[in-house]
């Protein structure tokens, strides 16, 4: 929790009752972006992006695995997200175990839609190797390196990733795991064009606010994260925060956040296209 006067809690209210954020922002304005693609060598796919002071890493890593017998036509995702100390003195301890859960479980939310895997933004479907036999498992990570508000839509901001061709035995029995042949050479560009980005929504006064800052989220009521793809269909929904959010406004807050999408999306899409330039010419 940032420690704030009262005061500053004014001005910061002040300012974005009046539509001027104390860094000079706009109520729907985000902070200056960028990214580095390629970061972790290791990965299928990795990303660090600034958004401010927040800085965050994603990583992907896929391994072969065995699909589950309710699903035995999918791949399957496992999210989690790590709060260093050294990104925020707050996450030493217990408070950063707390808000890794609650970031793994919103970003999962988000990503991954309901449990029946209804409006997920990423096709288990397409980790299918052989039905019942060999899927994809996707391992998707984020490291918090700084923390300055607004960490699940920086955590959001996924990468392409490249998964390793696989040639399947043509022989085996029913009964036997069939061998599989892993390419070092050749790889599958994994479809993200069905990923979404997350748009959270912060309430602080009156009004609603797009990447809140640590000190905006220090004395805000809710916040509101809508998941939405690139064709504007809505993925996912989550909610932080004790106050209550009435339902009639739900509806306005996924208009809004589609709205912001699209310029969110457009620069998400040149910072990512500019830093695979650099890595390629690198």
Known sequence: MVGLSTGEKHFIKGGIDQDLRSDGRRRLTYRPISVETGVIPQANGSARLRMGETDVIATVKAEIGKPSHLHPNRGKVSISVDCSAIAS???????????????SVALQRCLLGGKSGAGAGIDLLSLNV??????????????????????????????????PK??????????????????DEDFLRFDTSSVPVVITLTKVGKHYIVDATLEEESHMSSAISVSINS????????????????????????????????????????????????????
């Open 166 to 183: 696989v040639n399947v035995a043509a022989e085996f029995s029913a009964e036997e795991q069939p061998e599989v042949d892993i390419s």
């Open 130 to 163: 052989m039905e019942g036999k060999i899927c994809w498992d996707l391992y998707i990570e984020g490291l918090v390196i700084n923390a300055d508000g607004n960490l699940l839509d920086a955590l959001g901001a996924l990468s392409n990733t490249g998964i």
């Open 89 to 103: 003195p707050v996450f030493e301890g217990r408070g950063g175990e707390e808000l890794s859960t609650e970031l």
């Open 231 to 282: 064709r504007g269909q809505i993925c996912g929904l989550t909610k932080r925060g004790g106050a209550g959010v009435d339902p009639s406004v739900v509806l306005d807050i996924i208009s809004v956040a589609k709205h912001v999408s699209e310029h969110f999306i457009m620069k998400l899409d040149s910072e990512i296209s500019a830093a695979e330039a650099d890595e390629a010419g690198s």
